[in-house]
């Protein structure tokens, strides 16, 4: 039988972490085994190492960043499915199965995702928060308008980024289609190929929690004026979409609302100019 999975872990100095990513992934209860595909990128520890004895593919990026990462991945991979984990995260026991099969019984969807819970590592334990993703923002039956399907997924995903990449599994064949993650985009870019996935594909949801998601200090999102910077970015390419023009207004009061928040910042931190410059093209945009 074919492999029907393939996880993509893009990897950067993660060698304290890869090991217990991948053993999350090899205790799924999956009808094959899946192909797990450590994607290393520009490390200098021994993450290659120890991801090949824990049983994973290794190849090497040629471009830095999760969005090459990740499309070299994919372009290795042998599977009519792929997933997404990032070398730090970890899949709880039996998160995949109910999601893997939602996905192979709607046909016309390009992808299928779930829920997010957060932790900490303190004194060698897991601490989980008390909320997950989900129950946050209130995403429910009630918000997605359907108990499998996204109703409105384009327009939802304006009012809320509900979608963790750690929990997506994807259509080989949709991701091919939409052309991968943009590899010029170095943050937001799981964003940007959701927004684009729904603007020509169904998605679909399951309420279980997918990830276990562990924050730190090392994670790309915290670096705030650069997210808000790249989220820009993708506002103005989703604005070229002619599946994304009846949001037209929508996306130029976002556009607005994070120049008018990188203003501040600028303004606040002693860069009056630069704080000009972002009121200027949040007039102009």
Known sequence: MSTV????????????????????????????????????????????????????????????????ARNAGVAASRSRYIAFLDADDLWPPDSCAARLALLDATPDAAMVFGDCRQFDDRDGSQHFHEHTLFTQGGCDVTFFGDPARVIDALDKLLDADFVTTGTVIMRREA??????????????????????????????????????????????????????????????????????????????????REHRTLARQAFFAGHPLRAMNHVWKGVRA
Request: charged content about 20%; overall charge neutral; hydrophobic content about 50%.
């Open 5 to 68: 999975l393939s996880v993509i872990i893009p990897a950067h100095n993660a060698a304290r972490w890869i090991a217990a990513a991948i053993d999350s992934v090899r205790t799924q209860a999956l009808p094959t085994v899946p192909d797990i595909i450590v994607v290393t990128d520009r490390c200098s520890d021994q993450t290659a190492d120890i991801a090949l004895a824990a049983g994973a593919r290794i190849i090497e990026s040629r471009a830095a960043g999760p969005s090459a």
């Open 175 to 256: 991701f091919d289609a939409l052309g991968g993650f943009d590899s010029a985009l170095q943050r937001v870019e799981d964003l940007d190929l959701w927004l684009r996935a729904a603007a020509r594909f169904p998605l679909i949801w399951h309420a279980q929690t997918a990830l276990w998601r562990r924050p730190h200090d090392d994670n790309l999102s915290r670096d705030t004026r650069a997210m808000h910077e790249a989220y820009i970015a993708v506002l103005a390419r989703l604005k070229n979409l002619p599946q994304a023009h009846h949001l037209a207004q929508r996306i130029r009061m976002l556009q607005q």
